[in-house]
């Protein structure tokens, strides 16, 4: 009797705690069996000079564009700042800088990031094994930090500082070829580290893989292999129009700043020069790329790993007189973006609707069956990566220091400066963007409806900066 009931007891026991068990391991691998592996790529600097974005004739990038064929690129993306800190802090976080006050590099992002849920953080937190290394945020110490991430590796360091290579002065604005292995280049430690992460990190948690290229940023000091695929008298310039800034208000020629790097670049016939030295440092990201995707393919992950690709702005070479990002035209502002999602993308494909940065975050939630936090307030990029084609209501948004914005649709971009000057560009006719037509007849509505877009000037919060200021003046 005793051990019948024992025998009963057992059963129940067994069946309840069992089914409880059995219960929590089905759902844990059915979670698990639905989260997809991440490899999330930043890169630094890297305008659209490459094959697939067709920004120069002579850029070389199979790789990348190899890496961008596996899913949707998109061809009119943008930054939602350009420059690296609040480009890098928005896309993190999903907040744009007129609410999060994180407009230049200059603006502290610290405080903001270590009060927001940001990308790395929420995998971290549903389940992920998070990997990261290189640059993903702008700044190492405050919001790369080891407890927002299961491991990070931090930066790679490559030879070469402030050499003048290039004779205009000792500072990182700076070009020439380095007489050493590729292996010595950070970058390339970078992949090799990325590469054994994709190889052996344990396969019974999902990964999210972050690899932070600091390549093409400046110096372009890079193994002199790479200079040679682009001779000095091959180099093509960039196409420009004399007099480009003439129709521009002068809140955008601040920003060009013609007198400086341009004025040196040209007295020191360092033009084509720079050309080749960007071009170099591409064909040696590229080759980096090339590495980690061979990696990936290599991988027993290959086929459940979601790619996103993304640079965290564009960059101007003498186009309107200017050169680094730091402006709110066409070459500062458009990125080298692509998402590769299995099951979900066909490879490629390329996609022209106008999208931003804000979009990245909750399209990783949805691809990656997460929720989306509710400060994200980005559109989903779901639609257009199922079908590239499919209608696509929203437009790009670019702000550089407070009340600068440019808005970016399938045809115009519209920039509007702080002292509500203008301009505008019709990308049909103009691709380069010469002809400022604000001021056109007739084309007052098209600026009115690109301007709904910005917020009211009044709302954009003041820049981090200047609250730290203000703190320490108490
Ligand atoms: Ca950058
Ligand atoms: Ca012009």
Not at 98 to 106: D, E, H, K, M
Not at 243 to 271: C, F, I, N, S, Y
Not at 449 to 456: K, Q, T
């Amino acid at each position: 009797m005793i051990r019948s009931y024992f025998c009963f007891g057992l059963f129940v026991f067994c069946v309840l705690t069992g089914s409880l068990l059995t219960g929590a391991n089905d759902r844990s691998i059915a979670q698990e069996a639905v989260r997809p592996d991440v490899l999330f790529i930043a890169v630094d600097d890297l305008n659209d000079w490459t094959g697939h974005l067709g920004g120069h004739p002579q850029a070389r990038t199979p790789n990348i564009d190899r890496l961008v064929a596996r899913g949707v690129t998109f061809t009119n993306a943008h930054c939602v700042a350009p420059a690296c800190n609040p480009s890098r802090a928005g896309l993190m976080s999903g907040i744009r800088p007129w609410r999060s006050g994180i407009y230049v590099n200059g603006d502290p992002a610290a405080g903001v990031m270590r009060r927001t849920l940001t990308i790395n953080r929420h995998f971290l937190a549903n389940g992920y094994l998070t990997l990261g290394g290189g640059k993903i945020y702008h700044n190492l110490q405050a919001e790369g930090r080891d407890d927002t991430w299961s491991e990070w590796v931090g930066r790679f360091s490559s030879p070469g500082k402030n050499l003048n290579l290039n004779g205009l002065k000792k500072s990182h604005f700076d070009w020439g070829p380095l007489d050493c292995r590729p292996d010595e280049m950070g970058d390339y430690q970078l992949t090799d580290w990325a590469i054994e992460k994709l190889k052996n990190a344990p396969e019974d948690q999902p990964l999210f893989l972050a690899v932070g290229y600091v390549k093409p940023h400046l110096p372009w000091y890079v193994p002199r292999q790479y200079f040679d695929r682009f001779p000095p008298d091959t180099i093509q310039l960039p196409e420009v129009t004399d007099a480009d800034l003439a129709d521009v208000p002068a809140a955008g020629r601040k920003m060009a700043r013609p007198e400086g790097d341009h004025a040196a670049v040209v007295k020191k016939d360092q033009w084509k020069k720079g050309v080749q030295g960007y071009l170099a440092t591409v064909s040696f990201l590229d080759d980096q790329v090339g590495r980690l995707l061979q990696g990936l393919e290599d991988s027993p992950r290959a086929d459940r790993t979601i790619v996103v690709w993304w640079t965290d702005h564009g960059w101007h070479l003498g186009e309107k007189q200017h050169w680094r990002k730091f402006a709110l035209w066409e070459d500062a502002t458009r990125t080298s973006m692509a998402i590769a999602a299995p099951g979900v993308t066909e490879p490629g494909s390329r996609c022209g609707a106008p999208v931003d940065y804000t979009s990245v975050f909750p399209t990783l939630c949805e691809l990656a069956g997460l929720e989306v936090p509710d400060h994200v307030s980005g559109p989903s990029l779901l639609p257009l990566l199922k079908e590239p084609d499919t209608d696509w209501e929203h437009v790009a948004i670019c702000t550089h220091g407070r009340r600068n914005h440019a808005v970016i649709d399938n045809r115009y971009r519209y920039i509007r400066y702080a002292d509500n000057t203008e301009e505008l560009y019709d990308h049909q006719s103009d691709p380069r963007e010469w002809n400022n037509l604000a001021n056109e007849d007739g084309l007052v509505k098209i600026k009115q409806r690109l301007a709904a877009y910005l917020p009211a000037p009044a709302s954009e919060v003041a820049p981090t900066q200047a609250s730290k200021q203000k703190k320490s003046k108490k």
